[in-house]
């Protein structure tokens, strides 16, 4: 069967992984309320075409950071990409380069970043980070990536706590023996102790105690830029622009963490109010088409990414499958462009975009 859409290569994925990978990829917190309107979200909001406008030539190129993208859309960081397919990470490395965009490699990878950088020396990077209770952790992964030409870190500020999932509980979700938080390896090599472990490290090692002051701790142990993922008010939107961070991702951990947060893409507009243009403004959660991208990017969102609909692609045909799920959502993007006016990222703004009246 050929693959059309990302929900082909969903229902693919929920075929042929494991029950507990699937239900792992696809947890929400608590009753998944949040999970679900990120998509929902989507289809409350309308266009608004313009026509007659000549897009017999279109370009989807953006920058995101200084750097050129081949589109609006990379890869969110998620975990254990193993789990989906043998060559994990790596595979993921090589299809994000092979499309030039960006890829945001999470800390809770089953390739380590040396591996990573190997598969796609040529590749745009960033790294997503958590701050752990024992900072010495932190501080030695910031500097392995700095060295190895990742150009960004991404700072998750939205677990201090790992939120509630209900079917992760029940299946006793835990990495197979073969697998391993592979940035950490030989870190946690002691038993886990009395708390036990929680996806792949022992239980309690992320730091709840984390604040603002800790970006100027980071801006003190690196040069890269520094994005916060995890944001969804306007207050917050300020203060990371006061505290002198290059970017937001507004995210809500794809539903994962407060179930009865706003939808990513409902809380976008009063963040890019807020920052005015200051600092870049990205989006993840719920994107599935390219009529969503376009949404997005109408709203200030200066990129989107993704991140369920690239382990579907992986656990589809490893690379292949990637490449294929962000080829056909640039097709879709360069369509609802087209057909919406636009002949160019620059041409998409707010005048696209009208909220139903429901």
């Not at 029950?19 to 929400?28: L, N, P, S």
């Not at 789990?83 to 299809?95: P, Q, S, V």
């Not at 980070?129 to 392995?144: A, G, T």
Request: glycine share 8%; hydrophobic share 40%; charged share 25%.
């Amino acid at each position: 069967m050929a693959m059309v859409c990302l929900t082909d290569f969903e229902e693919y994925a929920k075929e042929h992984l494991s029950k507990a990978t699937w239900d792992y990829y696809a947890a929400g917190a608590d009753e998944c309320c949040t999970r679900d309107d990120n998509l929902l979200a989507y289809k409350r909001i309308r266009l608004r075409p313009r026509i007659l406008r000549d897009v017999s030539v279109s370009d989807t190129r953006t920058t995101v950071q200084g750097t050129e993208i081949s589109f609006p859309v990379g890869i969110a960081p998620t975990a254990f990409h193993c789990l989906a397919w043998h060559e994990g990470e790596m595979a993921t490395a090589r299809a994000t380069e092979a499309v030039n965009t960006c890829y945001i490699t999470s800390t809770y990878s089953t390739c380590s970043v040396e591996e990573i950088a190997a598969a796609a020396p040529n590749g745009y990077r960033w790294f997503q980070l958590y701050v752990y209770r024992d900072r010495k952790l932190s501080e030695s992964i910031i500097h392995r990536v700095e060295a190895l030409g990742y150009k960004a870190l991404v700072l998750t500020v939205d677990v201090p706590y790992t939120g509630k999932r209900r079917n992760d509980i029940r299946n006793q979700f835990k990495l197979p023996p073969h697998l391993k938080v592979k940035n950490f390896d030989g870190v946690f090599q002691e038993a886990a102790g009395p708390a036990g472990e929680e996806y792949g490290v022992p239980a309690n090692t992320l730091d709840p105690s984390i604040s603002w002051k800790d970006v100027y701790w980071l801006q003190s142990l690196t040069r890269l830029p520094i994005i916060i993922k995890g944001i969804l008010t306007k207050e917050d939107a300020e203060l990371a622009v006061e505290h002198g961070v290059q970017g937001i991702i507004v995210s809500n951990h794809g539903g994962r963490q407060l179930d009865g947060g706003p939808a990513t893409i409902d809380a976008l507009s009063e963040i890019v109010d807020t920052v005015q243009g200051r600092i870049e403004v990205y989006l993840d959660g719920g994107v599935r088409t390219g009529s969503d991208v376009l949404k997005a990017v109408a709203l200030g969102a200066k990129c989107v990414f993704i991140g369920r609909p690239a382990v579907w692609g992986l656990a589809y045909k490893g690379e292949e499958g990637l490449k294929e799920v962000l080829h056909i959502l640039n097709d879709e993007f360069r369509l609802s462009m087209a057909l919406s006016g636009c002949r160019n990222v620059a041409e998409i703004n707010r005048n696209l975009i009208q909220f139903s009246k429901l």
